[in-house]
């Protein structure tokens, strides 16, 4: 980024020459260039911006944009954003966020992140506040695999059911308590007899106002949501992310014995990412 920054053209923005750059901004971009800590600046009130390398990976897409007005690289989020820039500039003070919520758009789809980051004023060589300096580290990863940590918890209460019925009202209460991985879904029991499966409990909805099959012929048995995963990967509808084995408990029914698999996957549809667990019995 130095290099870029050293060829950009800052003529054509309010910045002009970097040779009459204020003391304060020269500093501000030698402590990013410098740092592998995801940084920025925004200076003046057009939200000028410069960033070091580490944070092209948190604009993805957007990358390059430097020079470009900070509201317009991130106007997806400014409701949120701007409202912190506002009071650097205006009241002269920081803020600092842990794990906010932002609805990024940076590979041409919306996306969950979470950013913890701080934003404080740059004094200005005249005086007042002339710039803003951020430094940021996205903590997407860790945010969503303690959501995903407290769902199995929760789903380790299953082995304190002793009926078929309660062990799927209340996998499905566990799931529906995560709304923002699993805003609804619908989980089916499979009779080996009429190779037919049926709705045994729903997730984000009642049975009342379910649009999904209120039964599905299963011609195999033996077909399970990996094997057509994988046929959807190979057919280039699905691409896969990510899949691990998140849990596995072991029932005791009157009479019978269940296994109970419990598989989270993070897949891309159309652009689009998702995550969802498949519950199967054998």
């Not at 990863?141 to 769902?151: C, M, P, V």
Request: hydrophobic letters at 35%; proline letters at 4%; a positive charge.
């Amino acid at each position: 980024m130095g290099e870029r920054i050293r060829n950009f053209d800052w003529s054509k923005t309010s910045l002009g020459d970097p040779k009459n750059w204020q003391n304060s901004l020269k500093t501000c971009v030698r402590i990013m260039l410098t740092s592998p800590q995801p940084m920025f600046v925004w200076w003046g009130k057009e939200y000028i911006n410069i960033y070091n390398d580490a944070y092209r990976f948190v604009l993805g897409e957007k990358h390059p944009a430097l020079g470009a007005s900070g509201n317009i690289v991130w106007q997806e989020i400014w409701k949120e954003v701007g409202v912190r820039a506002d009071i650097v500039f205006n009241k002269n003070e920081g803020t600092y966020d842990d794990a906010l919520l932002l609805i990024m758009n940076r590979y041409g789809y919306d996306e969950e992140t979470y950013f913890k980051f701080s934003y404080n004023p740059i004094p200005g060589d005249n005086g007042g506040t002339a710039g803003l300096f951020c430094v940021c580290t996205e903590e997407t990863e860790r945010i969503i695999n303690e959501r995903y940590l407290k769902t199995l918890q929760e789903l380790d209460t299953l082995a304190q059911k002793t009926s078929e019925l309660a062990i799927y009202e209340q996998a499905a209460r566990s799931i529906e308590s995560n709304n923002k991985d699993f805003p609804f879904g619908i989980i089916y029991k499979i009779s080996e007899t009429d190779k037919i499966a049926r709705p045994a409990a729903f997730i984000g909805f009642n049975n009342e106002r379910s649009v999904l099959p209120s039964h599905i012929l299963i011609l195999n048995i033996r077909l399970k949501a990996l094997t057509i995963f994988t046929r959807l990967i190979k057919r280039g509808k699905l691409l896969y992310r990510k899949m691990r084995a998140v849990g596995e408990n072991y029932q005791k029914v009157p009479g019978k014995k269940r296994r109970l698999n419990l598989f989270m996957y993070r897949y891309s549809l159309r652009g689009m990412y998702r995550r969802s667990l498949f519950y199967h019995r054998h």
